[in-house]
């Protein structure tokens, strides 16, 4: 007898899971730039509001 966890909707048998991608090179390179340019921007734009604060106070 099959479980009811491996059954969908339709009491059909679930399929054999497909295989998960997986990240070449260039994408991962490309990643990792784009993380980096994240957190320069947000250090910049950090260091800037407290620049404006220190000179509004």
Known sequence: ???QRTKSATGQRLGAPTPLPTLHD???AAF???WWNGKVVGFV????T???LGWLR
């Open 1 to 3: 007898m099959i479980s």
């Open 45 to 48: 734009l950090g260091m800037a």
């Open 32 to 34: 990792r730039t784009g």
């Open 26 to 28: 260039a994408e991962q």
């Open 50 to 52: 407290a620049v404006l």
